[in-house]
């Protein structure tokens, strides 16, 4: 199979989706690997380096895409939809509930469209999504912690407080790996943390874990109005595999908050889950201000810290991409329930049922589809 890795252009997308060792595994296995030029060298990776294990180096993004498999960090944005075409395999995260146009574009191109945030094995568990969701769940706490700062528009807490002086509230919604993540860092700083779930059994875990050092509430409108009021950051990390993130926090909850405080909605790559975030924010323009309150919605927060983000994101995605490539997106999937469930879009139809309903389209199973598939090469 022929593959591609195009240069990340999402506003300050530093990672790559393939390291030299990556495509070394793929090269040994007989693949060939275009690599666009200088796309792994804010992740610390040279073109030399891609080259020594077998890459070929193109100029332009034209070159990447035109390949069977294309592998990408992020979703494509407005400008890469021309390189669209029919039976490309397109492996990447994709967070299709809350992006029409580009489930349309993918669709109008038959695209075989494999989002890493849907794949999900029989426990639940989503492999390809957890590395970044702990690297992002791990910096929301030292974002919060730097935009409660004076200078950049949050009240001026210090989340550890010092002696004589209560530590800052740190109130975090979801408690899976995010919120776990997130919980980790703030305790470590000294904050009273909070968290809160609609999952008593994740709360208990989570009791247990940090040996009852944090506060779990089970997450209700009134249990959430009265936490949110008294958080200085506020975390969104809920998660519902594959659909828009349900709007949690409402317009009138963030009002009561305190002016300077600060939320990161990292739940903002499916949609957001607080009412006040109504457009995704840049690392370059990273937060604006609501109700007197801060406001971070960074839908690709990990690729700001590219050298752990590259090597956490594709020590995962590899095994994956690596089926694909040697047996093809059918095969593979039929032999890898957990793969299937990646599969968004083939053939112009939505195969993820929450996509096909956040956009209303019609759900077409994915088994079903690719029998139909095998049944037509057939004749
Ligand atoms: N902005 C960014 O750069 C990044 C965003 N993310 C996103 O962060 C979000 C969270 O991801 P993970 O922690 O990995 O998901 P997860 O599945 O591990 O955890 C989600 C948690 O949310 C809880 N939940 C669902 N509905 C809820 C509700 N109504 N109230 C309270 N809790 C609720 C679930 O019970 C679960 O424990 C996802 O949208 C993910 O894509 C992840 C990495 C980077
Ligand atoms: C999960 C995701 O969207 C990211 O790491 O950018």
Not at 160 to 186: D, F, H, L, R
Not at 304 to 329: C, E, R, W
Request: with cysteine; glycine share 10%; charged share 20%.
């Amino acid at each position: 199979m022929i593959i591609g890795v195009p240069r990340e252009v999402k506003n300050n997308e530093h990672r790559v989706a393939l390291t030299p060792s990556n495509v070394a595994v793929y090269t040994n296995a007989g693949h060939k690997v275009l690599v666009e030029k200088n796309a792994g060298l804010e992740s610390g990776f040279r073109d030399e380096d891609y080259i020594k294990v077998g890459a070929i180096m193109v100029s332009g993004p034209k070159e990447a895409w035109d390949v069977d498999m294309v592998i990408k960090v992020k979703e494509p944005i407005p400008s890469e939809y021309e390189f669209f075409k029919e039976g490309l395999i397109l492996y990447t995260y994709l967070h299709l509930a809350p992006e029409p146009t580009l489930t349309k574009a993918l669709l109008d191109n038959k695209v075989i469209a494999i989002a890493y945030e849907t794949i999900q094995l029989e426990n639940g568990t989503l492999p390809l999504l957890t590395p970044m969701s702990e690297v992002a769940g791990r910096m929301s706490v030292q974002i919060g912690a730097q935009f409660l700062e004076k200078s950049k528009g949050g009240k001026g807490v210090l989340l550890g407080g010092v002696p004589g002086v209560s530590p800052g509230e740190v109130v975090i919604i979801g408690g899976g790996v995010v919120g776990t993540n997130a919980a980790k860092m703030a305790l470590g700083l000294g904050a009273s943390v909070t968290i809160l779930d609609v999952s008593a059994e994740r709360l208990r875990q989570l009791d247990d874990q940090f040996h009852g050092q944090l506060k779990t509430i089970i997450s209700n409108p009134l249990n959430v109005r009265n936490a949110v009021k008294r958080a200085d950051l506020l975390i969104g990390a809920v998660l519902v595999p594959g659909a828009r993130a349900p709007k949690i926090v409402t317009d009138d909850m963030v009002k009561d908050m305190q002016t300077g405080s600060v939320i990161v909605d990292v739940a903002i790559d499916q949609g957001g889950s607080i009412e006040t975030i109504d457009y995704i924010t840049t690392h370059a323009e990273p937060t604006y201000v609501r109700h007197g309150v801060v406001h971070y919605a960074v839908a690709n927060m990990p690729g700001a810290v590219s050298q752990t983000s590259t090597i956490a994101l594709t020590n995962v995605t590899t095994q994956f991409g690596l089926d694909l490539a040697n047996k093809g997106y059918e095969k593979a999937a039929l032999e890898n329930p957990g793969l299937a469930k990646g599969i968004n879009c083939i053939n112009g139809k939505v195969t993820l049922e929450a996509v096909a309903d956040a956009h209303g389209y019609t759900y077409t199973n994915i088994y079903e589809e690719m029998e139909e598939n095998q049944y037509e090469k057939t004749l």
